[in-house]
């Protein structure tokens, strides 16, 4: 089967599925999502995505229509169809069709949608060599900790990025990075791992979690506070981390060399035990 989409519990192909023009995440982006990526055909942490997903839907008021369990049994399904050697699952729920008004009536249903593609990994030399970041304004709303599909800043970042042919936007607000477009970034002080902490300014990564627990389970101080931009060229190492990109290397933000120029020490420490927990 191709390209495999779901949508309020019914299985299809992708270019069979549509949705209403009237669903509130179409017309007002209201709804919340999750990407999941599978290892060796295995979903990868499912357990703190579909937390996540729980999370962002209570935080919208948004009704969770299926279980922890219905949703793993979904995913697994979508994933068996797909029959890609590595799949990348999004999910997606939105408030549900009803006439345009800012505000809702609690007895709209909610939108389901899955879909499941082919997921390809960062070429292994991408990962060798690092990759270049730039710093971008974070004009983003105060609950970035909410995964909405509101992406609007997101989307703006990620286009000055290709635009710029560089791998990834690194936010700054009032001077503190919070995080990237699509990731968490991470920098290395003398040792230490800081990182920007939980709250409404970054996405609670599930890949910084993994990382932030490898990190003490190797011994490594881990900090988590904000950064200035400063510090992040001072830096001696910087790393994103997210479900995509894994952990990954930045040898040059805007135009200036971090470190040596290539994957510091600690990065390719994290980024080898991370492999070998995903394994
Ligand atoms: N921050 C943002 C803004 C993201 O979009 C993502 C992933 O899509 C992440 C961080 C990384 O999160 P995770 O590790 O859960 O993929």
């Excluded at 999502?33 to 839907?57: C, M």
């Excluded at 879909?115 to 983003?140: C, K, N, W, Y």
């Amino acid at each position: 089967m191709p390209n495999v989409a779901f949508i309020n519990g019914a299985f299809m192909p992708l270019a069979e599925a549509k949705v209403s023009i009237e669903d509130r995440g179409f017309q007002f982006g209201d709804g919340i999502y999750e990407v999941i990526r599978t290892y060796k055909g295995r979903p990868f942490a499912i357990e703190a995505h579909l937390a996540r997903l729980d999370r962002s839907a209570l935080a919208l008021s948004l009704t969770q229509p299926y279980s922890r369990a219905e949703w793993a049994d979904h995913v697994m399904e979508g994933i068996r169809r797909a029959a890609y050697p590595e799949a990348k699952v999004y999910i997606q729920i939105t408030r549900g069709v009803a006439p345009r008004d800012h505000a809702y009536s609690d007895e709209v249903t909610p939108t389901v949608v899955m879909t499941v593609r082919e997921f390809h990994p960062l070429d292994r030399s991408v990962q060798a060599a690092g990759v270049e970041a730039m710093t971008i304004e974070d004009i983003r709303w105060g609950r970035c900790d909410i995964k909405s599909v509101n992406l609007l800043a997101n989307v703006l970042a990620r286009q000055q990025v290709k635009q710029a042919q560089v791998f990834e936007a690194i936010l700054v607000n009032a001077g503190l990075v919070t995080e990237g477009a699509i990731s968490n970034v991470m920098v290395v002080q003398g040792g230490t791992v800081v990182t920007a902490p939980e709250g409404p300014r970054i996405l609670p990564g599930v890949t910084r979690a993994v990382v932030l627990d490898l990190a003490l389970s190797e011994g490594l101080p881990i900090q988590e506070r904000f950064v200035s931009q400063a510090d992040l060229y001072e830096a001696d190492e910087v790393f994103l981390t997210g479900t995509t990109v894994e952990v990954l290397a930045v040898v040059r933000i805007d135009g200036k060399v971090i470190g040596d120029g290539r994957p510091g020490p600690i990065t390719q420490r994290l980024a080898a035990g991370f492999t070998s927990r995903v394994g």
